[in-house]
Every structure is written in C-alpha cells, then in structure tokens.
C-alpha cells in the first residue's frame, strides 16, 4: 500500500493539472450558460419568509436590506433587540412587506427552535435561513491571556450556524428552501492571527458582498465568492503551500509593532476595543407584530 501511495503522489498531482489544462474551456463556457440560465431564472422573493441571524450589525444588516428590496417578509434575529428595531425600520423603508423581530442567542438550541417555531406560527412557512453570527479575532494565540473566550468563539462561529439549520431544516424541505451561510476563505486558507478565526462579523464592502450573497442565494448558486481571484491561493494552497507559509512569516516580520490587536481574549478589558454599540444588553424577548397578510406563493 505504501508503494502504491508514493506512485500515486507521483502521478496523480501532475496527472489532474493537464486533466484540469484541457478542461477548462469547456467547463468555463458550462459556467457561463448556467450563470446566464439562473439569473433569468432567478427565485421570485416576494412574500416569501426569510429568517436572518446575527442581522444585528455587519453583513447580516446589509443581507436584510437586501432581502427587503425583493419584497420579503423578514425574521430579524440577534442578541441586541434595540439595534434590530432601527434596522427592521430601514428595512420597511426599502420594501419589505412585513418585519418581525426576536430576541435570540443562537449558541442555544431552545432559544434557535423558539424563533423558528414562532415564525412558522406566524407565517406558516420559512423560505430562506441565513445564518451570519459570527465573532472574530486579530490577536496572536500566544498573546491570550483569557481563554474562556475560546469556547465562547467556537460555540458562536460552530454551533451558532448548526443550530438554527437543524431546527428549520423540515421547515425548509416542506418550501424546497434555502440555507445560506456567510464563510471565509480562512475555513481552508488560515492567516496570521486568526487562529480560532472561521466566520467573518463585518468587514470590507459590505454592500456589495450582501448583494452578491443575496442574488447567488436567489439563482440557486451553490457558492458565491467575493472577491472571485481568492480561488487562486486554493492552488497555491494544494501544490505550493511553502509559498503561502513563506509569505506570511514575511508579513509578520514585517509587521512588526505596527499591527494592531482585538481585545477578545487578551486579558484586557473589552470596553477599550468595543463601543457602547457593539455591547450586549436587554432581555431576550420577542415583539409580536401586526399578522402578514396571506400568500399562496410557493417556491419551484
């Protein structure tokens, strides 16, 4: 077996890169007629029930804005109700029909099946489920000082997306829905100092990305990227992983003592690194609104 795994290390690798050489035409002209077939075939949202965690702030905001110009029914939750009432206003400003509001910590399993059942109570359906909790971290593994954060990490940026899914999921089967998931590229490209680091809260052209995640989740897109060119380092990442490690200890040595660290997990106090914004607070509770008004719509 040894023998044969050291033949195969030899030959598969360069066998699949002229395999891969040969067939790109063709698989990027099948690329292109799908993407031009789905986006004239593109999912009709109005009405429909969408369901968006961590939609307190960052990327799940900007995707509830987005929603609301389809003109969907929205179920915004997150920990901080008095940030969601702001965004559900906007959010009716833009066009969505209806706005609900619930309270919910989603590392908790009875509080993920609360707010689902509440919305199928109210809608009597679920659509779309877009999960976009997350918490992050910039500091380097040996400069935490406090642990207890990690597994308040993993439990957020893990089981945070688990949950709401397992609990909606026959919800979703019944409409043939769809699960939407915010990940990054660190899930299989890891960068300096984010080692506990799998979901991204915020960041960048957040506008932009939310557009794109809506419309790929509205075509049926199996993955959307932004930006695209990331797919490069996945092959930097099989056949040249020297290069990537060679340039990040070129960065960090570089960097020297002009890099800048989060908080989470150093020891320090989170008010140096949190505005009063970012803090949580209030009990978890849920805002009954006026009932939606009935649709017969059904998703092909």
Not at 71 to 83: K, W
Not at 119 to 127: I, M, P, Q, S
Not at 234 to 254: E, S
Request: include cysteine; proline fraction near 6%.
């Amino acid at each position: 077996m040894d023998l044969l795994n050291s033949f195969l290390n030899l030959v598969v690798p360069p066998a699949s890169m002229v395999m891969v050489a040969f067939a790109w035409p063709t698989l990027c002209f099948i690329n292109a007629c799908e993407k031009v077939f789905r986006t004239f075939c593109s999912e009709n949202m109005e009405d429909k029930v969408v369901i968006i965690t961590g939609a307190s702030s960052g990327i799940g905001e900007q995707i509830a804005y987005e929603y609301a110009k389809r003109g969907t029914n929205l179920v915004l939750v997150a920990r901080r109700e008095y940030r969601l009432w702001g965004i559900s206003e906007n959010a009716r400003q833009l066009g969505a029909k209806h706005v609900m509001v619930i309270a919910a910590d989603v590392v908790k399993e009875g509080e993920c099946r609360r707010f689902v059942e509440e919305t199928v109570n109210y809608y009597g359906r679920v659509d779309h489920l877009v999960n976009t909790a997350s918490l992050g971290h910039t500091f380097l593994f040996e400069e935490t000082a406090d642990t207890s954060v990690f597994p308040h990490m993993m439990d957020i940026n893990f089981w945070g997306n688990v949950y709401p899914t397992y609990v909606a999921l026959p919800y979703l089967r019944q409409s043939n829905g769809r699960i939407i998931v915010n990940a990054s590229v660190e899930s299989w490209l890891p960068m300096p100092r984010m080692s506990l680091y799998a979901v991204p809260a915020s960041g960048g052209r957040i506008e932009e990305f939310a557009k794109l995640i809506v419309s790929g989740a509205c075509r049926g897109d199996a993955y959307v990227k932004y930006p695209s060119w990331y797919d490069t380092f996945m092959m930097y990442r099989v056949f040249t992983p020297d290069i990537l490690r060679w340039t990040f200890q070129l960065l960090l040595a570089t960097e020297g003592s002009r890099r800048t660290t989060s908080y989470v997990g150093t020891g320090r106090p989170l008010l140096e690194a949190s505005s009063p914004g970012k803090l949580n607070s209030g009990p978890l509770s849920f805002a009954p609104l006026s009932p939606p008004r009935q649709n017969q719509l059904k998703l092909e």
